[in-house]
């Protein structure tokens, strides 16, 4: 798996006075099984740059490459094939729907990809497993508190196996304590199904864990650095 | 999944689901009921009117139409009449004398249509003996009785056994008169018709005019339904003698009602699911935008416009399904008990005299109104559900995810 970003631009407001450059010929390249983090202040335009890795928006110019396509000239159909089979969307405000249980939360994903009941639930009971929810598979999610409800819906994101995760500012709503046990799940679910996790964020504590970090300044990668990821044990609360 | 997934968005806001659906129950059951008694109210009329005065067909001479004159007698009427009731399906066939003329009392007099008319023949054709309220019915017996009814009675202030004159021109274009007696009162649901008709033996009758011919046969069948195929026989033994009328062509506003009763239930069945369908569009656009992100988040993960669609106009139909079979329900159960408890009248029965109406009604509605209410809900919530779809479909997806709510 390879994500090649090339010259990626976009642009809000083109044709008025005040054009917003939001993302700046940005060069970008994510490799298999990697575990990013992209931070920068708020407005340097890292929801842009992942809604656009994720086929949610388009850009005005540049590609996106992912395993060879290059998902700016899919169609609108086509786009949701691939968001729905190729990448795992975690959300700030976990999004997950209020009136379906942990499990059927996870499953629901793995059905709009046709797969059948018993290996879809098989699947969701598996992942609720890992995030650590194998007793509250039929809680709905306000049954759930913060920490537990964006732990369904990291189950979700990985439920279709898709080959990348992204995830805009996952730990906003969480505290300290929180944010790592999550973390410490991500990092878990990127070794054990070998999927890539991409997720922006502003806060100190993921970018410790990240094992590489990519600082986003008024749309352009200011700096991609490598860094050395703590292993659970050694982190400082 | 999206079956579930819908069933549960409905009650998610149970109040407002709710509140929709307590407006279709009630909804429902004032119309139903409207077109119910609106039903039973023309059946009623027509019921009443093939009962008392029309029968199912009726033969005259084709001038008797232009002008009721005494000379537009119709040859051969009895035995025409004799004819027809070979015919099988026919219930009884009767055959009138019929003249226009005054009947006078010592309090008043008024105009009146003179009916000289076979007692037994009648029977079988009217039930006119039926509602008689007082004295006899026309005995075989006895000088000149006469039947008038109860509310002419009162009106001329007369009694069982009271004196009156009856006044009409005879066949030579003479004044004519006779003293007859009362031998009974009659009270038919019309009182245009009480006020206007008078009952006499047919010998007697045509001895006083002087003819001794008669103007109208009167045909009941056993099947109502049935008008059009013995009208035809009928016909065939008339030939050329008579023209045949079925009761519609008798008093074709009855039959106009009839004919327009559908249409007009089907209007104020339309314009209330149309009303509801305004609701649902209402309630479904209110509880599409509240969950924007939720959709967006949808999309996001991979679910087709289509199948957001789906979902929408899913939600809405199970909405629509609950009110509407609950309302159906409730309407049908009250049409039960109505329809054979009946809606009384009491005061307002007088008045309703004025269109041959009985003083209590039983409202009926057709599975077919049923079955075409039910459907015509169904797709209007179906319908109702495109709107607020495309409002939340033609959303920017990225700019959906980052709406706030
Ligand atoms: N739909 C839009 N129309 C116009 N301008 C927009 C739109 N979305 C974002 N922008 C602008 O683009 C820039 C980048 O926004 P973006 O949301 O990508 O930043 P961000 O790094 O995610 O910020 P935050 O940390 O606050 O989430 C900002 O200046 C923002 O105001
Ligand atoms: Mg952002």
Redesign the interface.
């Known amino acids: 798996m390879s994500i090649q970003i090339e010259n990626l631009t976009k642009i809000y407001n083109p044709d008025t006075d005040f054009p917003v450059t939001a993302v700046n010929h940005v060069d970008l390249q994510v490799e298999q099984d990697e575990f990013v983090a992209v931070m920068g202040p708020s407005g340097s335009g890292k929801?842009t740059l992942l809604?656009m890795m994720?086929g949610?928006?388009r850009p005005c110019e540049g590609t996106v490459i992912i395993d060879g396509t290059d998902i700016t000239q899919l169609t609108d159909?086509e786009l949701?094939?691939f968001?729905?089979?190729s990448i795992g969307?975690i959300?700030q405000?976990f999004?997950l729907?209020?009136?379906?249980t942990a499990l059927?939360n996870v499953?629901?994903?793995m059905?709009?990809?046709g797969k059948s009941r018993t290996e879809c639930e098989a699947r969701a009971v598996e992942l609720l497993n890992d995030v650590g929810l194998g007793d509250r598979l039929s809680n709905v999610p306000g049954k759930l508190s913060g920490g537990q409800q964006q732990r369904v819906a990291v189950a979700?994101a990985l439920a279709?196996k898709p080959k990348f995760v992204l995830a805009d500012e996952p730990t906003a709503n969480l505290d300290a304590q929180t944010t790592y046990g999550l973390l410490d799940i991500m990092q878990q679910l990127n070794e054990k199904e070998g999927t890539t996790f991409i997720f922006s964020t502003h806060d100190p504590r993921v970018i410790e864990r990240a094992r590489r970090v990519i600082v986003f300044e008024d749309g352009k990668v200011a700096e991609d650095r490598v860094a050395r990821a703590q292993k659970p044990e050694d982190r400082t609360l | 999944m999206l079956l579930k997934l819908a069933w549960k968005n409905v009650w998610r806001n149970r109040l407002r689901s709710g509140i929709m659906v307590a407006a279709m129950v009630f909804g429902l059951l004032g119309v139903i009921l409207m077109v119910g008694f609106m039903k039973a109210m023309t059946d009623n009329m027509l019921d009443n009117a093939i009962k008392y005065q029309t029968a199912h067909l009726q033969i005259h001479n084709p001038d008797f139409l232009v002008n009721e004159e005494l000379e537009a007698w119709l040859p051969r009427a009895d035995a025409m009449a004799r004819e027809i009731r070979g015919i099988s399906g026919v219930a009884g066939v009767t055959v009138r004398h019929v003249v226009d003329g005054m009947l006078a009392s010592a309090a008043s007099t008024r105009g009146v249509r003179i009916n000289g008319i076979l007692a037994e023949d009648e029977s079988a054709v009217t039930s006119l003996e039926e509602s008689l309220v007082d004295g006899k019915f026309l005995p075989e017996k006895g000088r000149n009785p006469i039947m008038v009814s109860k509310r002419s009675a009162k009106k001329l202030n007369l009694r069982i056994g009271s004196k009156v004159v009856l006044t009409f021109s005879d066949i030579e274009g003479e004044v004519s008169g006779a003293a007859f007696r009362v031998c009974g009162f009659f009270k038919t649901p019309s009182t245009g018709f009480d006020e206007g008709n008078v009952y006499v033996r047919r010998t007697d009758l045509a001895g006083y005019t002087g003819l001794n011919e008669s103007h109208e046969i009167a045909i009941r069948l056993e099947d109502g339904d049935a008008v059009d195929a013995f009208r035809q026989r009928v016909e065939a033994v008339v030939g050329d003698s008579g023209i045949v009328r079925d009761w519609g062509e008798v008093q074709p506003i009855l039959a106009a009602m009839q004919g327009t009763m559908g249409i007009s239930n089907a209007i104020i069945i339309g314009v209330f699911v149309t009303a509801l369908g305004f609701g649902i569009i209402n309630i479904m656009l209110m509880s599409v935008f509240e969950r924007t992100r939720e959709f967006a988040m949808l999309m996001a993960v991979g679910m087709t416009g289509g199948k957001v669609l789906r979902l929408v106009v899913m939600e809405s139909l199970m909405l629509g399904s609950v009110g509407s079979v609950l309302g159906l329900l409730a309407s049908s159960l009250m049409i039960a008990i109505t329809g054979t408890v009946g809606l009384p009248f009491g005061r307002m029965a007088e008045g309703l005299g004025a269109f041959g109406l009985d003083a209590v009604l039983y409202p009926e509605v057709t599975m077919a109104t049923y079955l075409g209410t039910l459907g015509m809900l169904m797709v209007t919530s179906v319908l109702a559900a495109l709107y607020p779809a495309r409002q939340i479909l033609k959303k920017r997806l990225s700019e959906a995810l980052a709406e706030r709510n």
């Not at chain 1, 729907?97 to 379906?100: I, Q, T, Y």
């Open positions: 929801t809604n994720g949610i928006d159909k949701i094939g968001r729905r089979d969307f959300f405000d999004s729907l209020p009136v379906l059927e499953e629901f994903v059905q709009l990809q979700r279709p």
